[in-house]
């Protein structure tokens, strides 16, 4: 009798165990912090307009990615160091601009036009072979300048082409079911047919 009791006592309790076993609901999908309820809206994007979930999303991978650590040291470097490429030519380029302007500001207080067509001539030429002495500078500013808006825009490109796929699991794992705004509908229907019922009284 006393092992049939520890008998049906073991078989109880080892379906109850199995039954919690089944019933246990699997634990939350993670989702980047970016996405959390509380840290979504704490989050100020860096262009001072709100949340930048694009922004947020994408830092969060470039902390887990060392190839993505390593273009934005590249890129930060190649912005950091951008003036110091081009500071030599910039300043030497701002002083001859400089003495051109002052020179026809010069040319312009002359009274004889004849004379004053002789400078500005003159002038002209000088600028025109200053331009054809720096052309190779130009070039190279402009295609400094081409690589520069180049990288910003594979940059944006990156950001949303790695951050789709976390968004779209995000979308996949926490799409909240339809029971709650079925159930808000059904007691606004319910208070519409009470209210129409009392307007027909």
């Known amino acids: 009798m006393t092992l049939k009791i520890y008998l049906s006592a073991f078989l109880v309790l080892t379906l109850f165990s199995c039954h919690n076993i089944r019933v246990q609901n699997p634990p939350p999908p993670h989702s980047p912090k970016a996405l959390e309820d509380k840290s979504s809206f704490e989050i100020i994007s860096k262009r001072g307009d709100g949340v930048d979930l694009v922004e947020s999303l994408y830092d969060e991978l470039v902390s887990k990615d060392a ?3 390593r273009l934005e040291v590249n890129i ?12 030599l030519f910039d300043k030497f380029n701002g002083k001859i601009q400089s003495y051109f302007r002052s020179a026809d500001r010069n040319i312009s207080a002359i009274s004889d036009s004849l004379l004053r067509d002789k400078m500005k001539l ?7 072979t200053y331009q054809a002495r720096t052309v190779q500078h130009s070039e190279l500013l402009k295609t400094l300048a081409e690589n520069e808006t180049s990288i910003s825009d594979l940059h944006q490109v990156l950001k949303i082409v790695r951050t789709l796929p976390v968004i779209e699991k995000y979308q996949q794992d926490n799409l909240p079911d339809t029971k709650q705004l079925k159930g808000f509908i059904t007691q606004q229907n319910q208070t519409i047919a009470l209210a129409d019922s009392l307007v027909k009284k």
């Open 76 to 87: 930060d470097g190649l912005n950091n160091s951008k003036e110091d490429s081009t500071e």
């Open 67 to 69: 190839a993505l650590k």
């Open 122 to 128: 003159l002038i002209a030429n000088h600028l025109t």
